[in-house]
């Protein structure tokens, strides 16, 4: 425990604590500035709602739709599929695409659930997709090449997150 203030202490745990669960914290025999003794056992409940930002590596472009003609079995849209590779929830708000030329708008306030498939295509292309799974319409989004590209995803503080190229093949 490192003392901050007369009113405020910070706590440093072992092991980290888990997303969105809620922990109860027992105390006893603290002492006041003024060497008051707590004698009674006292209980704290909280409920931890951080959710992480995602770093490299959290987040995988996983499947990318840059020539939907002809459409088969799918919307007419392009679109890339994100994966969160972890076993906890990751915050994507403000994540963007990119094709190296043009950069979406960012994601508004999302959170994806561990393991989660995310579908990101254009805003006006969304309601096409939603039958397959979770979707996030963007604006701006790039186009990408039939012949080949680079799709790169960048987290809230521009910090690439991963990237993909690919070709024809």
Not at 11 to 17: A, D, R, S, V
Not at 61 to 73: G, L, N, Q
Not at 108 to 135: H, M, N, R, W, Y
Request: glycine content about 8%; some cysteine.
């Amino acid at each position: 425990i490192s003392i901050l203030s007369e009113s405020k202490a910070a706590m440093e745990f072992l092991t980290p604590l888990e997303s969105r669960k809620s922990y109860q914290l027992e105390y006893e025999g603290l002492t006041d500035h003024h060497g008051n003794k707590m004698h009674q056992k006292r209980y704290f409940v909280f409920h931890n709602d951080f959710i992480p930002e995602p770093v490299g590596g959290d987040l995988m472009i996983t499947e990318i739709m840059s020539d939907p003609d002809p459409a088969v079995a799918l919307p007419g849209a392009e679109y890339i599929e994100i994966w969160n590779s972890l076993t906890t929830p990751l915050r994507l708000t403000g994540l963007k695409i990119s094709d190296g030329s043009r950069l979406s708008s960012p994601i508004e306030d999302f959170v994806a659930e561990a393991g989660q498939k995310i579908i990101l295509c254009a805003a006006e292309d969304s309601l096409q997709f939603k039958p397959f799974g979770i979707t996030i319409g963007l604006g701006n989004m790039p186009s990408f090449n039939n012949d080949g590209d680079l799709v790169l995803l960048y987290g809230r503080d521009n910090g690439l997150l991963d990237q993909v190229s690919y070709t024809p093949e």
